[in-house]
């Protein structure tokens, strides 16, 4: 034993980066928070002391006949690596269970999956991401997850603590492998979320390399941040693991957005392939589209009391008409009883009754659903902006800074319409000598969602900033949060909304507004919005604001604003901004 030990300190093998990937280790520390993943005491920050106890535990657990407590079942990932380094004597452990999974597993290549922004869930609205591992079946639905999430219940978990905790650390994030098509079902099915698959350019070799490690990390615990070690940095680990000569996760410091996650992946050349896997709320509106205005009620109601005999005999409705009726009862029904608003028995009778009649149709061509901007062409997430502003008459020059992440006057491609959501957007100005902040937003959350025939969500927002935007004209912070509908077509969307808003010098109110967004060219987009405030002391405030972005590429973009405000002491003031807009 000591031979072998020796040689890994002469190779320095603890210094080698592929075992500190394997120990999650940056810089001589490890961020897995968990004891048992560690053999030594002070594993998680000696990876000296972490190997020479590595191998103590696989030497004696090589002429071992008990699998559930072995070393080397437990860490397969190690044992092959070290083996191959230090040529040390094979076990005669069959490691049953490990076995049994990576059979089911199959583990030949993998995939990305990013579903898209959930757009009335804060805590989804930045996307998501997590792997597939490609099985050699043909059916992908058979492949298996692999998911890092924080291991608490949003569904029963409050809103904002959920928020709160998870920006400093206040659950253990955990590693899962599950069916891909349980994964469908949650993020496409459940949350109304698109998915995009992202085809990497991995070895069965370097999949099974990952696979080993995965199977180390089950029912390991490690702190789970929102904007650090969130779900997407978890998966970079797991694609250096397969590929060690990659380094993903250096891209990140402070913040890691899970879009910003595919492009560095897509930069590192390992994409080769994407596809597109609409959600139940993109097949439902399109079947909004298909079906006559005249009949669309009708799903709903094949819904709630099924009387499919009277339907299949209305002379007046077309076959063509029938089958896209039907076809669109049956997934409204399966919608419900994902999102759990229709009981089990109910859902089984009434499924049976829709397909069987269906079946009686015929055969039709599937529907055909077009393909949105794949999230790649879409604008990076830090924002650097240089401008120019006139108001009443006064110039000013402006500067600007925003870490993350998205806009509503932004360039749309690849993003879902109606949404924003911004952190520490910092505006600046310099005119006469003089500097001065215009705004400092801590969040603000904009999910505009249009209402149709088959779903009715509200759309809502809500701001924390310091701006300039009262009618003092002064420095104040600003919080308010509202809710309101929105409507729209291919060509853009109409809101209406009111917002509660309260000021830090105590002036507070009812902000009611209309806006308008034109969205239809991928050139340009308008967002019009006027409003009227209601103050606590009976004073009133109206406000016109009308901005045009011109998208230069997908991270360039001029935009040219204008303001107009009546404020309490009947003055008016209006200003004219041109921006330039960078995002890297």
């Given at each position: 034993?000591?031979?072998?030990?020796n040689?890994?300190?002469?190779?320095?093998?603890?210094?080698?980066?592929y075992?500190?990937l394997?120990?999650?280790?940056?810089n001589?520390?490890?961020?897995?928070?968990d004891?048992?993943?560690?053999f030594?005491k002070?594993?998680?920050?000696n990876p000296k002391?972490?190997?020479?106890?590595?191998?103590?535990?696989?030497?004696?657990?090589?002429?071992?006949s008990?699998e559930?407590?072995s070393?080397?079942?437990?860490?397969?990932a190690?044992?092959?690596?070290l083996?191959?380094?230090?040529?040390?004597p094979s076990?005669?452990?069959?490691c049953?269970?490990?076995?049994?999974i990576?059979?089911?597993?199959?583990?030949q290549?993998?995939t990305?999956v990013f579903?898209?922004?959930?757009?009335?869930?804060?805590?989804?609205?930045?996307g998501h991401?997590?792997?597939?591992?490609?099985?050699?079946?043909?059916?992908r639905?058979?492949s298996?997850?692999?998911n890092?999430?924080?291991?608490a219940?949003t569904?029963?978990?409050?809103?904002?603590?959920?928020?709160?905790k998870?920006?400093?650390?206040?659950y253990y994030?955990?590693?899962?492998?599950?069916?891909?098509y349980?994964?469908?079902?949650?993020?496409?099915?459940?949350e109304?979320r698109?998915?995009w698959?992202?085809?990497?350019?991995?070895?069965?070799k370097?999949?099974?390399?990952?696979?080993?490690?995965?199977w180390?990390l089950?029912?390991?615990?490690?702190?789970?941040y929102f904007?650090?070690?969130?779900c997407?940095y978890?998966?970079?680990?797991?694609?250096e693991?397969?590929?060690d000569k990659?380094?993903?996760?250096?891209k990140f410091?402070y913040?890691?957005?899970?879009?910003?996650t595919?492009?560095?992946i897509?930069n590192?050349?390992l994409i080769?392939?994407?596809?597109?896997?609409?959600?139940?709320?993109?097949?439902?509106?399109?079947?909004?589209k298909?079906?006559?205005?005249?009949?669309?009620?009708?799903?709903?109601k094949?819904?709630?009391?099924?009387?499919?005999?009277l339907?299949?005999?209305n002379?007046?409705?077309?076959?063509?008409?029938?089958?896209?009726?039907?076809?669109?009862?049956?997934?409204?029904?399966?919608?419900r009883?994902?999102?759990g608003?229709?009981?089990?028995?109910?859902?089984?009778?009434?499924?049976?009754q829709?397909?069987?009649?269906?079946a009686?149709?015929?055969?039709s061509?599937p529907?055909?659903?077009?393909t949105?901007?794949?999230?790649?062409k879409?604008?990076?997430?830090?924002?650097?902006?240089i401008?120019?502003?006139?108001?009443?008459?006064?110039?000013?020059a402006?500067l600007?800074?925003?870490p993350?992440?998205?806009s509503?006057?932004?360039?749309?491609?690849?993003f879902m319409?109606?949404?924003?959501?911004?952190?520490l957007?910092?505006?600046?100005?310099?005119s006469?000598?003089?500097?001065?902040l215009?705004?400092?937003?801590i969040l603000?959350?904009?999910?505009?969602?249009?209402?149709d025939d088959?779903f009715?969500?509200l759309s809502?927002r809500?701001?924390?900033?310091?701006?300039r935007?009262?009618?003092?004209?002064k420095?104040?912070?600003?919080?308010?949060?509202?809710?309101?509908?929105?409507?729209?077509?291919?060509f853009?969307y109409?809101?209406?909304?009111?917002?509660?808003?309260?000021y830090?010098n105590?002036?507070?109110?009812?902000?009611?507004s209309?806006g308008?967004?034109?969205?239809?060219?991928?050139?340009f987009?308008?967002?019009?919005e006027?409003a009227?405030?209601?103050?606590n002391?009976?004073n009133?405030?109206?406000?016109?604001?009308?901005?045009?972005?011109?998208?230069?590429s997908n991270?360039k973009q001029?935009?040219f604003?204008y303001?107009y405000?009546?404020?309490?002491k009947?003055k008016?003031q209006?200003?004219?901004?041109?921006?330039?807009?960078?995002?890297?």
């Amino acid at each position: 034993m000591d031979s072998y030990i020796n040689k890994a300190i002469d190779l320095k093998l603890y210094n080698n980066r592929y075992w500190h990937l394997l120990l999650h280790m940056d810089n001589n520390i490890s961020e897995i928070d968990d004891a048992n993943f560690f053999f030594s005491k002070d594993g998680a920050i000696n990876p000296k002391s972490e190997l020479i106890s590595t191998l103590k535990a696989f030497y004696s657990d090589i002429n071992s006949s008990d699998e559930n407590s072995s070393s080397i079942c437990r860490f397969p990932a190690r044992y092959y690596w070290l083996k191959e380094k230090l040529d040390f004597p094979s076990s005669s452990l069959e490691c049953k269970e490990y076995q049994k999974i990576l059979k089911r597993v199959d583990p030949q290549s993998v995939t990305l999956v990013f579903p898209s922004a959930h757009i009335n869930s804060p805590a989804s609205m930045f996307g998501h991401t997590f792997l597939r591992i490609n099985s050699s079946y043909n059916s992908r639905l058979l492949s298996y997850a692999i998911n890092y999430a924080a291991n608490a219940d949003t569904k029963k978990e409050n809103g904002v603590v959920f928020a709160i905790k998870g920006l400093i650390g206040g659950y253990y994030g955990l590693y899962s492998l599950l069916p891909y098509y349980d994964k469908l079902k949650e993020y496409r099915d459940t949350e109304q979320r698109d998915i995009w698959e992202y085809d990497l350019n991995l070895t069965p070799k370097e999949t099974l390399k990952m696979f080993r490690h995965i199977w180390e990390l089950k029912d390991t615990n490690s702190f789970y941040y929102f904007f650090t070690e969130n779900c997407s940095y978890n998966m970079l680990w797991l694609l250096e693991i397969a590929r060690d000569k990659l380094y993903l996760r250096d891209k990140f410091t402070y913040q890691v957005i899970p879009l910003e996650t595919v492009y560095i992946i897509k930069n590192a050349g390992l994409i080769k392939k994407n596809s597109y896997r609409p959600s139940k709320r993109a097949v439902l509106l399109k079947y909004e589209k298909l079906i006559d205005k005249s009949y669309i009620d009708i799903p709903k109601k094949l819904n709630s009391k099924s009387k499919i005999y009277l339907f299949l005999d209305n002379q007046n409705i077309s076959l063509e008409q029938k089958k896209y009726i039907l076809e669109a009862s049956v997934e409204l029904l399966e919608y419900r009883y994902i999102k759990g608003q229709i009981k089990k028995d109910k859902y089984l009778t009434l499924f049976h009754q829709l397909t069987m009649a269906r079946a009686t149709l015929g055969q039709s061509s599937p529907i055909s659903i077009k393909t949105p901007e794949n999230p790649l062409k879409g604008h990076r997430a830090v924002r650097l902006e240089i401008g120019y502003k006139n108001k009443n008459k006064d110039s000013m020059a402006l500067l600007g800074i925003r870490p993350a992440y998205h806009s509503i006057d932004d360039p749309q491609i690849g993003f879902m319409r109606g949404t924003q959501i911004e952190f520490l957007d910092i505006l600046l100005s310099k005119s006469k000598d003089k500097f001065r902040l215009e705004k400092g937003t801590i969040l603000s959350i904009i999910s505009i969602s249009q209402r149709d025939d088959f779903f009715k969500p509200l759309s809502w927002r809500t701001k924390f900033e310091f701006n300039r935007y009262n009618p003092n004209g002064k420095l104040e912070f600003l919080s308010t949060v509202g809710a309101g509908y929105s409507w729209g077509n291919n060509f853009g969307y109409l809101y209406t909304l009111v917002d509660p808003f309260y000021y830090s010098n105590n002036d507070y109110g009812i902000d009611s507004s209309i806006g308008i967004n034109i969205d239809k060219f991928n050139l340009f987009n308008i967002n019009m919005e006027f409003a009227r405030k209601f103050y606590n002391n009976s004073n009133t405030q109206n406000i016109m604001n009308i901005s045009t972005g011109v998208n230069i590429s997908n991270n360039k973009q001029l935009l040219f604003k204008y303001n107009y405000n009546s404020n309490i002491k009947n003055k008016t003031q209006d200003s004219s901004t041109i921006i330039f807009k960078y995002f890297f």
